[in-house]
């Protein structure tokens, strides 16, 4: 959910204040930075994955604080509506048999939360977007118990000077739509993949993340539906884009960014200072070593890999890499598979560019590469060296293997990096993402959105990996 805060509404003073130590704590980011007082550790992982709350025939269930108290688990936690939630599992070094003990780990967790839910007659289901959803379920009312989304809120509003948010998503149908709060931003759900990396060089695996977002998204897709339309292979991209947008006066919240970093990750941190207002103005009383009106203005920046200032156990403070654009589900197996391909390439391509490779294309190719990628899926045209690819032949001729050599430089054992991306490889031979399994199932339906989630969520709780997935469940 983001960090809470104390109360919603703020004087003069605060906004201030909050200003005055934001800029202070800027600075000494980058002094620190250059002084190596930041941690060198590196190759440590973690998730966050949102979910959604259903009633037994697939709507939304308003229930989160109640799940929350029965599962009685620090893991999880409230998002943004009262029918989403979001799981964790602890970080831990990215080596030898850490994706299979992150499988381990997330389905144990995930047996339980679902095991709650249906105590409380709710179903737990893992998609980018609830295609049984419509835009009535996103109002006011439906918003989790949080200053910290009232106020989002109401700055949101305030600096669009009242006027509506606006949707407008045209793909192989089109939506165009008014709303009068964030509250569509609900309708995403997303799978958030961490890396800590060494501060010194994390510039490098930042940008190394940004070349990474294209191929990982197009072989990732589940999200192609909202309110009834058919849009994008990963619809989130807009909707999360287009439901926080502060008005045409500022810059976007949601974005895949404005370049590569130069030379230090500091660079990101002093642009947010720099061209983004304060949203949420909490004055905490804390001293400026530990980033906290920093931290807390970077948590409503949201870039699609947005760089993080976090602590190790020993108190040092560290930079990770938080990827934001991949979905929900379909299933464990898939998600961890696209944990693999990313932390794979990211590690393949930092480690290239930490060497003095020059940066394999230009940033506007990179961003251009992504928008396809959400647009079309792995029927994308993607420019790698140079050259336009398709998504199956760059995947499987380049991109896979360079995947495994990244996973190889982590420790990972050999028979998870072949289980893992055997399962990526499969999906692209297949032709079936979670987005073409949904869209293909509802067809032979015949629309019937209930139907299609009742089958869905059955063989999410099947645990196989949706290359695998039969349309006649």
Known sequence: MGQEI?????????????????????????????NGEFSSASAVGGFELEGWLTDPHYRPLACNQAFLQTLANPLATVELARFNIELNTPPR????????????????????????AAQLKARLLLIGILPSCVQDDFCLASMSDSNRYHALNAEILKSRHGRPIRLEIDGQESLHIHHDSVMLEAATTSFQLHMQVAAETAHHF?????????????????????????LWQETRIPVFEQAVDAGREYPARVSFGSGFADKSIAECFEENLAIYPVLLPMVQDKPASRFAHLRLHNGVTWRWNRPLVGFDPDGKPHIRIEHRSLPAGPSVPDMLANAALFYGLTQYLGAQLCAGEPLPMAFATARENFYNAARVGLGANLRWNRQAWSVQH??????????AEGLEQLGIDNADIRHYLSIIAARIESGQTG???????????????????????????????????????
């Open 93 to 116: 070094p990215l080596g030898s048999v850490a994706l299979r003990e992150f499988e381990q780990a997330l389905t144990g967790l995930l047996d339980q939360a679902t095991t709650t």
């Open 6 to 34: 104390a109360h919603d509404h703020f004087s003069p003073e605060d906004w201030r204040e909050y200003a005055v130590r934001l800029k202070a704590e800027t600075w000494l980011l980058r002094r620190m930075l250059e």
């Open 206 to 230: 930042y940008n190394a993340a940004i070349i990474a977002s294209a191929p990982v998204l197009a072989v990732s897709g589940n999200s192609p539906f909202l309110f009834g339309r058919s």
């Open 394 to 403: 760059l995947m499987l001729d380049e991109l896979l293997p360079l995947a």
């Open 435 to 473: 987005a073409v399994w949904q869209q293909r199932h509802l067809q032979q339906v015949q629309g019937n959105v209930e139907r299609l989630l009742l089958d869905y969520a059955h063989l999410q709780h099947t645990h196989t990996p949706v290359h695998t997935w039969a349309l006649d469940t």
